[in-house]
């Protein structure tokens, strides 16, 4: 099995852009599909990217996905950052046996 | 819209037993594959189950064993049968629908149920 690394908590002001990673420990980054999800303080999580670099219908494009292979690392960009984007973010991916796997989450702070 | 309405949340004892329930509406319940993911108190995000629309089915190593994941089709409804109940069991648990070609991901989220595990 995996793990995947996350940053504990970012900050940047609004209007910036900030960048999240997500580290997978063994096997490559791109075997697997990446997924980013936004969970804002007492509400459920909602996907922002889907299959490394896939926004769903809604999610603005100030969000973007891509992976790495030299870094074996996924990364959530979200640009011209907004206070209604302060929330915890976690990337997941999934193993040969079917199990997903989630990163331990970011906190995002825009001040 | 797609609704995803879980159930059957509560305070139990040590090695007590619970069942969840996710109801689901708004779709094609048996094209889907779907999830249960548990969030601890102030914690992240963790994988429990998974259950495929052929009724594949997997566990994380922590419930392995303990945990039954299960479907009826005809009443659109997932569930969790959980045994042996732990204080590291406590949680928010989620239903989540898994995109609907790979699988990969969740569209779909459930507002959650708590499970407190506590004598």
């Known amino acids: 099995n995996f793990m995947l690394t996350q940053p504990h908590s970012v900050s940047e002001s609004p209007g910036k852009t900030v960048t999240i990673s997500c580290t997978r420990s063994s096997g490559s980054i791109a075997s697997n599909y990446v997924q980013w999800y936004q969970q804002r303080p007492g509400s459920v999580p909602t996907t922002v990217i889907y299959?490394?670099?896939?926004?769903p219908s809604g999610v603005p494009d100030r969000f973007s996905g891509s992976i790495d292979s030299s870094s074996n690392s996924a990364s959530l960009t979200i640009s011209g950052l907004k206070t209604e984007d302060e929330a915890d973010y976690y990337c997941q991916s999934y193993d040969s046996s079917n199990h997903w796997v989630f990163g331990g989450g970011t906190s995002l702070t825009v001040l | 819209e797609v609704q995803l309405v879980e159930s059957g949340g509560g305070l139990v004892k040590p090695g007590g037993s619970l069942r969840l329930s996710c109801a689901a509406s708004?779709?094609?319940?048996?094209?889907?594959?779907f999830n249960w993911v548990r969030q601890a108190p102030g914690e992240g995000l963790e994988w429990v189950s998974s259950i495929t629309s052929a009724t594949y089915i997997y566990y994380a190593d922590s419930v392995q064993g303990r945990f039954t994941i299960s479907r009826d089709n005809a009443k659109n409804s997932l569930y969790l049968q959980m045994n042996s109940l732990r204080a590291e069991d406590t949680a928010v648990y989620y239903c989540a629908r898994a995109t609907y070609i790979t699988g990969a991901s969740a569209d779909s989220w459930g507002q959650g149920t708590l499970v407190t595990v506590s004598s």
């Open positions: 299959e490394d670099n896939q926004r």
């Open positions: 708004g779709f094609t319940f048996s094209s889907y594959s």
